[in-house]
């Protein structure tokens, strides 16, 4: 090869890899476009708030919004959402700068579901932008695409997955394409879809994968661009182009809930799941570690109604199950859907095995592979203080982790290795949102409306929280140095 071809060759990658990065770093630091940002990543780290924000400081505006889990995005003066009424879903468009709504569109729910847990509904996924289109999705609708103010570009139709659990998963925008996973159903597959046209460009089918909600990840290797896609205990990379699997591991949770993120070179990918457990453990799994269930309750299903049976009538209903993830999967419990939780529904919880392949487990995996790299790329792994829903955060060569009960996790992003483990927030049940990163702090949401801010070193360090008395499932949103933040019935802004 002569000077002049490795001369060019060298250009195409560098321009390549140019083109990779100003895909992630368009859309600017005041912008927060999709689901964990604008780089995918949960990082806003050339931004500062403020660390004593609450309900009566530094609050700008409060705003109702409808039901719905979605996260807020944010492109310039305009904030997007999604919700629903039980008879409409709604894309919803908000005035950044007071709260106000811009616009709403709707579509009809032609189905109304109950959900087998209380984080089930229909508007769970996060809209995606690029400044051009906005991109929505309904699992019982489909992909709509508007222009900034609501105009209908397209839409791309989808048969439901039906999960009954709903679904989870949203969009991304990369390269002027849209990826969705849709796991599970008969048509499981990762989907590509043309930004301009809503045109399918490939379909990367996924054969035997259970419904998941993890998001598409993108990423860079060498020349090309990949797309991560997890669930059913594996992580696969797809080829951005045209869908072919590049590489793949498994030894994963196969029902997964958190999104994978990347940085220099290293994939983080995993967590928890009671499919995993079993006996006593799956027992006290699905209790808060806060909760008053007794030890003996714990171990015998005929204990526990002793305890919580109020009237005695050999049946438990939804208020007389104490407060923990049981009660969150009421439904899934009750099995007949008659409102009550009898002996033959609860005691099978005590003897249940192990109900799926896989394990609670995450992994750092270097990205540079091809075919099955189980055996040879997985770097490092991590069994404890696992998240069940909230996704890695990779920050400063560190990797941060929101679990269940209110336990943070941080290890060295190169070997895996603890920092701290475990370390308590104070306030136990569920971590749906993601952290995030803004300049020296890791924003953590707790379901029950806590929201801290934990520094973002080698130590647990709490150095504000504030509760805003409402539950939160969404992931919080940052933009110029304000931060947003939707709860159950609100979405709040906060800032100088």
């Known amino acids: 090869m002569n000077l002049r071809n490795k001369a060019l060759i060298l250009t195409l990658i560098i321009i390549n890899s140019c083109y990779f990065l100003m895909s992630l770093n368009a859309y600017g630091e005041s912008n927060w476009s999709q689901f964990r940002g604008s780089k995918f990543n949960g990082v806003a780290p050339s931004q500062s708030i403020s660390e004593d924000f609450s309900e009566k400081n530094r609050l700008i505006w409060k705003i109702a919004t409808p039901t719905g889990h979605s996260s807020p995005i944010i492109w310039e003066n305009k904030i997007f959402i999604t919700g629903h009424d039980k008879k409409n879903f709604k894309s919803i468009c908000f005035n950044r700068e007071n709260g106000n709504v811009l616009w709403e569109q709707i579509r009809p729910i032609s189905k109304i579901r109950i959900y087998d847990h209380v984080a089930g509904d229909p508007s769970n996924s996060t809209p995606a932008t690029n400044g051009n289109t906005v991109i929505f999705y309904f699992d019982d609708y489909g992909l709509i695409a508007t222009d900034l103010n609501g105009k209908l570009k397209w839409e791309y139709l989808v048969a439901p997955i039906s999960n009954s659990f709903s679904y989870g998963a949203s969009p991304i925008i990369f390269n002027n394409k849209v990826f969705i996973n849709r796991d599970g159903g008969f048509d499981s597959s990762l989907l590509c879809i043309d930004l301009k046209t809503g045109k399918k460009i490939w379909s990367a089918k996924r054969p035997n994968f259970i419904p998941s909600f993890c998001s598409p990840y993108p990423i860079k290797q060498g020349n090309n661009n990949l797309i991560l896609a997890g669930g059913s205990g594996k992580l696969i990379a797809y080829s951005a182009v045209n869908g072919e699997e590049i590489w793949s591991t498994v030894g994963l949770p196969s029902f997964v809930c958190p999104t994978p993120t990347e940085s220099n070179g290293i994939v983080v990918f995993g967590g928890w799941t009671t499919a995993h457990v079993s006996g006593q453990s799956r027992v006290e799994s699905v209790f808060n570690e806060n909760s008053n269930v007794s030890d003996q309750s714990k171990k015998d299903p005929v204990a526990f109604f002793n305890q919580f049976d109020v009237d005695n009538d050999k049946k438990l209903t939804l208020l007389e199950f104490p407060e923990s993830r049981a009660k969150d999967a009421f439904n899934y419990i009750d099995t007949n859907r008659d409102g009550f939780v009898v002996m033959d529904e609860w005691a099978p919880l005590y003897t249940n095995k192990p109900n799926a392949p896989g394990r609670n487990v995450m992994l750092g995996i270097s990205s540079n592979g091809k075919g099955d790299i189980t055996q040879t790329n ?58 995030i990163a803004v300049d020296d702090n890791i924003i953590v949401c707790a379901h029950r409306g806590n929201v801290f801010l934990v520094k973002a070193t080698k130590k647990m360090d709490i150095v504000h929280s504030t509760n805003l008395n409402e539950k939160i499932f969404a992931t919080p949103a940052i933009a110029d140095s304000k931060i947003y933040i939707r709860s159950e019935a609100h979405l709040w802004s906060f800032g100088d």
């Open 378 to 435: 997985v770097l490092w792994e991590l069994k404890k203080g696992l998240p069940y829903v909230a996704s890695p955060l990779i920050y400063r060569n560190r990797v941060y982790l929101a679990a269940k009960g209110g336990f943070m996790t941080c290890v060295d992003l190169q070997t895996g290795k603890p920092l701290y483990q475990k370390e308590r927030l104070g306030i136990g049940g569920e971590y749906y949102a993601s952290p």
